[in-house]
């Protein structure tokens, strides 16, 4: 199908994008998106499962770990419908409702996975600052307070976006830049004024995941002045080493969140291969990728695992 029919209006629909020029071979790109599906939600779910059976990691750290888990979990089924549809059976289209929908949940289980890396620095600044009282600080009920209030925060902030955009018609092209729905990539399809869109989406872009990057670094900075202060070469570098992990899901998080938000409010001239490469690693890799981190460098997970798969 040309690219002249392709941004025919349907006032019904929205039509998905796979990858453009690759269609020989979507089935071998299907093949390996759906290893990385499963290896997500079957990573994520040994972990939350390990989490709730063994006691000993009934911790503080594990239990964040395992909120990082649901929210990877939640991402993962929430676009493989679309992705695998459009790449299996080109299956395109979107009605405009079930596109909304897949955006509300996409963009709230993105800033809730901000806000969960956001108390995983927290945690480990507790325990390398104030190790004594790390379990009295980080209980339970607290933790899950703390959970429930970023995720309420999420929803909140984000539960408005599909309204924002009902009230518009789409009368420029109905194609969209990705298998899924993000508000920044709908909008722009709006033949109305989307200053409101655009004004509200990027303030809460820098609400959440601005702000949150910003107390992840300041959190960082506390804990590098903590371990400088201490006397021990061998103690630094094992209290750094905690942070590894942490470390690395935020750069696995934050570098593809960011990247993509650029793009699509500032790079019209980008490449749009770019823009749909960052946009499957943006959903794609955080998932997959978190379990395999924290099971490497969590001693106590990692044997645990292995005790699984031994048996």
């Not at 790449?87 to 289980?109: G, K, P, V, Y």
């Not at 109905?174 to 869109?197: E, P």
């Amino acid at each position: 199908m040309s690219a002249l029919n392709d941004t025919k209006f349907n006032s019904e629909v929205f039509l998905l994008t796979g990858i453009p020029g690759q269609e020989d071979v979507y089935l071998w790109i299907s093949i390996l998106i759906c290893l990385i599906y499963l290896i997500s939600i079957v990573g994520n779910s040994i972990i939350l499962f390990l989490i709730k059976t063994d006691p000993f990691l009934h911790e503080p750290m594990y239990i964040f770990l395992s909120m990082l888990a649901v929210t990877d979990l939640g991402l993962s089924i929430s676009t493989i419908p679309t992705t695998l549809g459009v790449l299996l059976f080109n299956s395109r289209e979107i009605t405009l409702d079930a596109c909304f929908a897949q955006l509300f949940f996409i963009h709230s289980l993105s800033y809730t996975e901000s806000s969960v890396l956001l108390l995983m620095a927290f945690d480990r600044f507790i325990a390398i600052r104030n190790p004594l009282r790390y379990s009295s600080i980080l209980t339970p009920p607290r933790i899950a307070r703390m959970g429930l209030f970023f995720v309420l925060r999420s929803v909140a902030l984000i539960f408005p976006l599909p309204f924002l955009l009902k009230r518009f018609q789409y009368c420029r092209s109905n194609v969209l830049s990705h298998s899924y729905c993000l508000h920044q990539d709908v909008m722009k399809l709006a033949c109305s004024d989307i200053t409101v869109n655009s004004i509200y989406g990027l303030s809460i872009k820098l609400l959440m995941v601005g702000l949150d990057s910003l107390l992840i670094f300041v959190s960082y900075m506390m804990i590098l002045k903590t371990v400088l202060s201490v006397a021990s070469h061998a103690e630094s570098l094992r209290a750094l080493n905690t942070c590894v992990s942490h470390l690395c899901a935020v750069l696995l998080f934050y570098t593809p969140e960011i990247g993509l938000s650029v793009i699509h409010r500032f790079g019209n001239s980008s490449s749009h291969f770019l823009q749909i490469f960052l946009g499957y690693v943006y959903l794609l890799v955080p998932p997959l990728m978190n379990p395999v981190v924290y099971s490497v460098k969590s001693k106590h997970l990692r044997a645990r695992i292995i005790r699984v798969f031994v048996k």
